[in-house]
C-alpha cells in the first residue's frame, strides 16, 4: 500500500483491515492453538478433534450426485463473503457526492449573507467530522454522510462568493476537477502512472513545503499584513506571473497524485479482502481528496482571473 498519501487510507483500522494475518508458528515441543497440555492428544480443550484427525469418518457421507451438485456451484465472491469490491466503492463515492450536491444546491437558494454563514458552519464541521472519522475505529455511515453534506455547504458557499467575483470559476472548476480525476483514473488504470516509493518520498516533500507556504500565507492574510484575500499567492509575482498560479500547479499535482495513491490503497484492500464496510471508508478517502483538488482549481482560477 502506497504509505504517505492519504491519512484516511493510511490509518491502522483500514490498514490493517487490507492485510491478512500472520500465520502462527509453533516451536518445538509446544501445544498447537486450542489443544490442552497434558489431554488428549488430536483434541481440542473443547473434546473436539482437529482437522484431520480420524473424527471425519464418523460423519454422513455425501453421495456422488450430491458431491457433483456441489462442485457445478459457482464460487463465492467477495460480494457474497462480505468482502469489499470496487462495485461497492464506486455506489458508496456516488452516495457521498450526492449529498455533497445537495448541501451545495441549498446555498443556491437563500441570501449571499446566509451563503457565507453556510460556508464558515461547513468549512468548521467538515474539518472537526472529518478528523473524527479519519480516527474512529469503526466506519460510520451516518456520519461520513454528513461529513459530504457539510462540504457541500463549504463548497456551494465558497463557489458562490467566487462566481460572484469571477463570473463561470464554479462551473470551470468542476469540469477541471472532473477532468483530473477522469485522466487521473486512466492512467492509473492503464498502468503508467503508479505510487511507486521514490515518487511518494518527493510527494510527502511538496505536501511538507505547500503546508509550510500555506500557512504563512493564512497568517499573513489574518493579521492584515497583506491585503489581498489570496495572500502571498496574488500579491507577489515571479516573471509577471502571480506566486498563486505556481503554487496552484502545484497543489493541483498533488491532489491528482493523492488520488493515484488513493486508488493504490482500494485496490490493495479489495485484493486482500478487506471487510466490506471499509468500503465508506474508501469513499471518505476519495471524497476528501476530490473536495481538496477542487478547491485548488477554483482558487487556481480565481487568481488567474483575478490578475487579468
Excluded at 467477495?78 to 450526492?98: H, N, Q, S, W, Y
Excluded at 511518494?200 to 497583506?226: E, H, P
Aim: charged share 10%.
Amino acid at each position: 500500500m502506497a504509505l504517505g498519501g492519504n491519512p484516511i487510507f493510511n490509518g491502522k483500522n483500514f490498514r490493517g483491515a487490507t492485510q491478512a494475518p500472520p500465520v502462527p508458528s509453533y516451536s518445538h515441543g509446544q501445544n498447537q492453538y486450542g489443544q490442552v497440555p497434558g489431554g488428549v492428544p488430536g483434541q481440542t480443550q473443547y473434546g473436539q478433534n482437529q482437522y484431520g484427525q480420524p473424527a471425519w469418518a464418523a460423519q454422513p457421507q455425501m453421495t456422488s450426485d450430491q458431491l457433483q451438485q456441489m462442485y457445478n456451484q459457482p464460487a463465492a465472491g467477495p460480494a457474497e463473503t462480505g468482502r469489499m469490491t470496487f462495485d461497492d466503492v464506486i455506489v458508496k463515492t456516488a452516495a457521498c457526492l450526492a449529498v455533497l450536491l445537495l448541501g451545495a444546491a441549498v446555498t443556491l437558494f437563500v441570501a449571499p449573507g446566509t451563503a457565507s454563514l453556510l460556508m464558515v458552519v461547513g468549512a468548521l464541521g467538515g474539518f472537526a467530522l472529518g478528523m473524527v472519522n479519519s480516527f474512529k475505529k469503526q466506519p460510520s455511515p451516518a456520519l461520513i454522510l454528513t461529513y459530504a453534506g457539510l462540504e457541500g455547504l463549504f463548497l456551494g458557499g465558497l463557489t458562490r462568493l467566487l462566481d460572484g467575483m469571477f463570473p463561470g470559476v464554479g462551473l470551470q472548476a468542476v469540469i477541471g476537477t472532473l477532468a483530473v480525476f477522469g485522466v487521473t483514473l486512466a492512467l492509473f488504470k492503464s498502468g503508467k502512472v503508479r505510487a511507486t516509493p521514490k515518487a511518494v518520498r518527493f510527494f510527502m516533500i511538496a505536501m511538507l513545503g505547500y503546508l509550510v507556504f500555506a500557512v504563512i500565507n493564512m497568517v499573513l492574510v489574518w493579521t492584515g499584513a497583506v491585503q489581498s484575500p489570496f495572500g502571498l499567492s496574488s500579491s507577489v509575482h515571479i516573471f509577471g506571473i502571480p506566486l498563486g498560479v505556481f503554487i496552484g500547479i502545484l497543489a493541483i499535482g498533488l491532489a491528482a497524485f493523492s488520488l493515484v495513491m488513493d486508488f493504490t490503497s482500494i485496490e490493495q484492500g479489495v485484493r486482500q479482502g478487506a471487510p466490506e464496510k471499509y468500503s465508506w471508508t474508501a469513499a471518505f478517502g476519495l471524497t476528501v481528496t476530490l473536495v481538496w483538488l477542487y478547491v485548488e482549481i477554483i482558487r487556481l482560477l480565481a487568481i488567474l482571473r483575478g490578475d487579468d
